[in-house]
């Protein structure tokens, strides 16, 4: 549970060959943080421990959710209590091309939307 929510950051990830599912979600969520910094999350944070920050994310999916790996998407956040929320969403469209040498299955790639809040 949040008490404080402090940022709300969003991002993409898209598994283009092998459709992998978790590869996307993990895509998403660093896209959601990766140019993002917040110098003085640590002065806020009851004990100014980057431990005590609570990060929630929510990831929107288009199939293969029983495939996800939450535990390889919560590794993506380098800090703080983090849970997951996964909800019908994102997108399925072609690749144009099947590439059995990268996995693929079929000729979809996998999008899937995130967004990582961030707080105490």
Do not use: W
Not at 21 to 47: D, E
Not at 51 to 70: F, G, Q, S, W, Y
Not at 80 to 94: S, Y
Request: glycine share 10%.
């Amino acid at each position: 549970m949040m008490e404080k929510l402090m940022f709300i950051e969003t991002g993409m990830g898209i598994d283009v060959h092998g459709q992998n599912i978790t590869k996307a979600a993990i895509r998403a969520v660093k896209n959601a943080i990766h140019f993002n910094s917040m110098p003085g999350i640590r002065s806020v944070l009851p004990g100014n421990s980057l431990d005590n920050m609570v990060v929630n994310v929510k990831l929107a999916v288009p199939c293969d959710k029983e495939k996800l790996d939450i535990d390889a998407v919560k590794e993506a956040l380098p800090f703080g209590k983090v849970t997951v929320e996964v909800m019908d969403g994102g997108m399925l469209t072609t690749s144009g091309i099947v590439l059995e040498e990268k996995g693929d299955k079929n000729d979809l790639m996998y999008v899937v939307v995130a967004s990582v809040e961030v707080g105490y």
